[in-house]
């Protein structure tokens, strides 16, 4: 079953959901899970995800809707 019913649920729902689950902190979990052993991963690329993240949650849903629909 699908997640959202409608384009507009998925237009309220998807930027709060990224918002919250796009982190640096989710990123760091994500990279020392497929770390080489005894390898952490870097805090310059840690913080570089964060930067990259921020404030994207608009215009990732707007990119998907051009994308995808005429």
Known sequence: MA???SWAE???GV???YREAATPEAFRRGMEVIAPPGSRPR???V???GRGVEGKSDLMIERFRRAMFE
């Open 10 to 12: 998925l237009e309220r």
């Open 47 to 49: 913080n570089a995800y």
């Open 15 to 17: 930027p709060v959901a």
């Open 43 to 45: 805090e310059t690329r």
């Open 3 to 5: 997640k959202y019913g």
